[in-house]
């Protein structure tokens, strides 16, 4: 593996930023958070919201990512967090159409790295979705989302850091149990990297309580993912999930390069839901198989260093209305 330190150090066309005390709108990321979780009424929410044609749903989320081991020295750590709002509706007999906006900042922190390795801090990113479904018959359904995207290192224009695709697939309805089928990811990225990935599209209820479902990020991270759910209560699931992750962003230095970080999250999950309107879920985990890459403005490769698996946990809370 190349010493990404020792690129780093000998190229005269990276600088670094000097560390970044903790920026006004991650403070805002968390306090939706907090807002979500201590205004949940005791009676519930369900029973008081009234019926309508548009469901919206808004989430914030933070998840913390505890220390990892870099191979060429040092490590370090993130802290991470995501207010998301959507929306969807029914058209017709055959289409549901919706929009999502989410935002997002990850705040990576490196310690005791060789040749003063700090290659990013605080990233930012903002992601717009348009999540189309068709239903063809009783049998076969059709999906679509076009996503837009902007990534880049706080210092530097989110415009910088353009990324757009879409994933697309089709799901066959083989009993009220279960339906499968295939997908596509394709997404144009920073640096004019063309990224195909494929997508299972699944929904199994294997008993009453367990079912395994295709798992999803949040903000701007992107890769397939399976989820097994067991909700052996009206309010309470529990799940396990994994799916593989990359997420690239621009930096902010003076050569305008790319950073990337991908990895394997497994993690387990545990929900409370309030009615049909307010869920609250904790989640535990490690972070594995994760790599940090450096490239060009261009995308043409310059380092990368592998990271030991690392804990990650967090918390997530929905509200709908």
Same mark, same amino acid.
């Given at each position: 593996?190349?010493?990404? *330190?020792?690129?780093?150090?000998? $190229?005269?066309?990276?600088?670094? *930023?000097?560390?970044?005390?903790?920026?006004?709108?991650? !403070? +805002?990321?968390?306090?939706?958070?907090?807002?979500?979780?201590?205004?949940?009424?005791?009676g519930g929410l /369900?029973?008081?919201?009234?019926?309508?044609?548009?469901?919206?749903?808004?989430? /914030?989320?933070?998840?913390?990512?505890?220390?990892?081991?870099?191979?060429?020295?040092?490590?370090?750590?993130?802290?991470r967090g995501v207010v998301?709002? &959507?929306?969807?509706?029914?058209?017709?007999?055959?289409?549901?159409?919706?929009?999502?906006?989410?935002? #997002?900042?990850?705040?990576? !922190?490196? $310690? #005791?790295?060789? #040749?003063?390795? *700090?290659?990013?801090?605080? +990233? !930012?990113?903002?992601?717009?979705?348009?999540?189309? !479904?068709y239903l063809v018959n009783n049998k076969w359904v059709l999906f679509g989302l076009p996503v837009l995207r902007y990534a880049a290192e706080d210092g530097?224009?989110?415009?910088?850091?353009?990324?757009?695709?879409?994933?697309?697939?089709?799901?066959?309805?083989? *009993?009220?149990?279960?339906? +499968? #089928?295939?997908g596509l990811g394709g997404f144009r990225g920073i640096g004019d990297e063309d990224d195909l990935f494929p997508v299972l599209f699944i929904n199994w209820r294997m008993t009453d309580t367990l079912s395994l479902e295709t798992g999803r990020g949040l903000a701007a991270t992107r890769g397939p993912g399976l989820t097994l759910k067991w909700k052996p209560l009206q309010q309470w699931e529990f799940g396990l999930a994994a799916r593989y992750e &990359?997420?690239?962003?621009?930096?902010?230095?003076?050569?305008? $390069?790319?950073?990337?970080? &991908?990895?394997?999250?497994?993690? /387990?999950?545990a929900g409370w839901r309030s009615g049909a309107a307010f869920s609250v879920t904790a989640l535990a985990g490690v972070e594995a198989s994760g790599a940090l890459r450096l490239e060009n403005s261009d995308g043409v490769f310059i380092a990368e260093q592998s990271y030991s698996t690392a804990p990650i946990a967090g918390l997530v809370a929905s509200l709908q209305f």
């Open positions: 593996m190349t010493n990404i *330190s020792h690129r780093l150090k000998n $190229n005269p066309c990276v600088t670094f *930023s000097t560390p970044m005390s903790l920026r006004f709108s991650f !403070r +805002i990321i968390l306090l939706c958070l907090a807002i979500l979780v201590l205004t949940l009424p005791s /369900a029973d008081s919201t009234p019926a309508t044609t548009w469901r919206n749903t808004l989430t /914030a989320a933070y998840a913390w990512q505890g220390e990892s081991d870099l191979n060429g020295g040092g490590n370090f750590s993130v802290d998301e709002f &959507k929306t969807a509706t029914r058209i017709g007999q055959h289409w549901f159409a919706g929009f999502s906006i989410d935002y #997002g900042e990850d705040r990576y !922190r490196f $310690n #005791g790295t060789a #040749g003063s390795f *700090s290659p990013w801090q605080d +990233i !930012r990113s903002l992601q717009f979705g348009l999540p189309l !479904r530097d224009s989110l415009s910088d850091g353009r990324e757009y695709g879409v994933i697309a697939g089709a799901s066959y309805r083989f *009993s009220d149990r279960l339906s +499968i #089928g295939p &990359k997420y690239r962003f621009r930096l902010a230095d003076s050569a305008g $390069n790319i950073g990337q970080d &991908k990895s394997v999250p497994v993690i /387990a999950t």
